[in-house]
């Protein structure tokens, strides 16, 4: 994950995932396994319309916060097939990356279930605004946002990794 090494955050918070990103992932044996260590690295992806006009988000069932979609990395995947593996999944879109080898936009560290920390590493993917149909066990409520309506009720992790999309796009 060299990518971060050059990565410029978009605000604060992203500064001191970061920052925790560096000193912690590299000490951890298998930095993806949530079986490992329960600090490990997690993926999601910010889908974004085809047209660019308006971005996923799915009601988390535990949390109960719309979110992006992303989850855990599976055993022998790497972080950018997993991202659009996750997003298939929660949203049933035919989702792509928006550039080959994936685009990395944010990373956030935060608190994940049963006392883990999850290091999320976000990455920008498309998809053809028609309706989501998730996966049997995924949320049952996944909709399309315009941009203004994610941004109001994005939590401060999200709406960082949302500025970021926007300006990476050229949307500011």
């Given amino acids: 994950m060299q990518f971060l090494k050059v990565h ?12 925790q990103f560096l000193e912690v992932v590299p000490t951890l044996v298998d930095p993806c396994s949530e079986e490992a260590d329960i600090r490990h ?21 535990r949390l109960n916060m719309w979110l992006q979609p992303g989850g855990h990395i599976d055993v022998g995947e790497d972080i950018v097939a997993a991202a659009l593996r996750e997003a298939h999944e929660e949203t049933g879109l035919p989702v792509r990356h928006e550039r080959e080898g994936g685009v990395f936009v944010h990373l956030d ?7 883990h920390t999850h290091f999320d590493v976000r990455f920008v993917v498309r998809a053809p605004k ?9 949320s049952p ?4 946002f315009s941009w203004d309506e ?8 999200l709406i960082g990794a949302l500025q970021a ?6 949307m500011n």
């Fill in 8 to 19: 410029h955050p978009v605000d604060a918070r992203e500064k001191d995932s970061l920052q």
């Fill in 41 to 61: 690295v997690t993926v999601s992806a910010i889908v974004v319309s085809d047209e660019g006009d308006a971005v996923v988000l799915h009601l988390h069932k």
């Fill in 109 to 115: 560290v935060h608190p994940g279930p049963r006392g």
């Fill in 130 to 138: 028609v309706t989501p149909t998730p996966g049997v066990g995924e």
């Fill in 141 to 144: 409520e996944v909709r399309w």
């Fill in 150 to 157: 994610a941004q109001a009720m994005a939590d401060a992790g």
């Fill in 165 to 170: 999309t926007r300006s990476l796009l050229g």
